[in-house]
Every structure is written in structure tokens, then in C-alpha cells.
């Protein structure tokens, strides 16, 4: 189990980029795939982007060529650099972990930030 406390959420301007952070209760290393997640009113979470420990990096289609997702996890942190923001990336972006265990992978959420575009 890990607690992830999502920052960086807040009201930008079409065009304007944004870095979301995510910080985590306890070290990320041993995790192998942290990602972000969104979900705006009425329609379902969308994955966002989603890292391994390797770097392997994936994108969903509707952010590809504007994100970049990256972890530090010296710092237990996992990062969202968002460019060339939309109307339509308006959402409550979540951080995510995948815990492996014996059962399966269980997946820890934050309590998520809201993310508005607007001018």
C-alpha cells in the first residue's frame, strides 16, 4: 500500500502547459508502473500516461505529442508535464500505482486534482 497525494492542479489558459506532481507515502522503486489517470464529469477514467521503472513510457491517444510523464524516485514522486492544453483536457487527474501482490495487481488512487481549461 502507498498513499499518493496529487499537486499542481489549477485553472490554465488554452495553449498554456501545466506540471502535475505526485508524491508518494513511502518509496515508489519498488513499484514498476505509476501513471496518471483523468476523468471528466459524465464519462469514464482515461488513462493519461503511465511509466515503468525501466522508463518504459505509454500515452493515451488524446494526450500523445502534448505530455511527458516521468518519475524521480528518489523523491517518490511521478510527474506530468502537460503542453498545449485544450478545453477538452479539462478533467480531476489521478495518480496511480500498480501493487502487485499474490492476489493481483491492486491499484492505489490520490484523492486527484482538478485540472480546468479555460480562457
Known amino acids: 500500500q502507498v498513499q499518493l497525494v496529487e499537486f499542481g492542479g489549477g485553472l490554465v489558459q488554452p495553449g498554456g502547459s501545466l506540471r502535475l506532481s505526485c508524491v508518494g507515502s513511502?518509496?515508489?522503486?519498488?513499484?514498476?508502473?505509476m501513471g496518471w489517470y483523468r476523468q471528466a464529469p459524465g464519462k469514464e477514467r482515461e488513462l493519461v500516461a503511465s511509466?515503468?521503472?525501466?522508463?518504459?513510457?505509454m500515452y493515451g491517444d488524446s494526450v500523445k505529442g502534448r505530455c511527458t510523464i516521468s518519475r524521480d524516485n528518489p523523491k517518490n514522486t511521478v510527474y506530468l508535464e502537460m503542453n498545449s492544453l485544450k478545453p477538452e483536457d479539462t478533467a480531476v487527474y489521478y495518480c496511480?500505482?500498480?501493487?502487485?501482490?499474490?492476489?493481483?495487481?491492486?491499484?492505489?488512487w490520490g484523492q486527484g486534482t482538478q485540472v480546468t481549461v479555460s480562457s
Open positions: 513511502r518509496s515508489i522503486s519498488s513499484i514498476n508502473v
Open positions: 511509466v515503468t521503472n525501466d522508463e518504459l513510457t
Open positions: 496511480n500505482a500498480e501493487i502487485v501482490t499474490f492476489r493481483g495487481i491492486i491499484n492505489n
